[in-house]
């Protein structure tokens, strides 16, 4: 089992920056590939980022790609999510994501999902 805690959501005005973390427990956290989504209110979940087990590649929706950036610290069993520049259009809950599977761009892939962080971005 591994147990996943996000953090670092809140409001912010367009153009502005947030940081999310997510807090993995459980069993080794070096084994799973791991991403996040988010999810608007009335939408379906949808991929925004990954990174591999390793931290050495990522990937990233069309809608976030140069705007976000995900990165992976072992040591610390904890995975980040940069947002830079953001939009109105971001406002989410963003969920953490953790699979046994090489690399994460599906729901249907996830293992182990966290409880959910609001990020609310106003024009």
């Known amino acids: 089992q591994v147990q996943l805690v996000e953090s670092g959501g809140g409001w912010v005005q367009a153009g502005g920056s947030l940081r999310l973390s997510c807090a993995a427990s459980?069993?080794?956290?070096?084994?799973?590939?791991m991403g996040w989504f988010r999810q608007a209110p009335g939408k379906e979940r949808i991929f925004v980022a990954a990174?591999?087990?390793?931290?050495?590649?990522?990937g990233y929706a069309d809608s976030v790609k140069g705007r976000f950036t995900i990165s992976r610290d072992n040591a610390k069993n904890t995975v980040y999510l940069q947002m830079n520049g953001l939009k109105p259009e971001d406002t989410a809950v963003y969920f953490c994501?953790?699979?046994?599977?090489?690399?994460?761009?599906?729901?249907?892939?996830?293992?182990?999902w966290g409880k959910g962080t609001l990020v609310t971005v106003s024009s």
């Open positions: 994501a953790a699979t046994g599977a090489l690399f994460l761009r599906t729901t249907d892939q996830v293992n182990y």
């Open positions: 990174i591999t087990r390793g931290g050495s590649a990522s």
């Open positions: 459980g069993r080794a956290f070096s084994s799973y590939a």
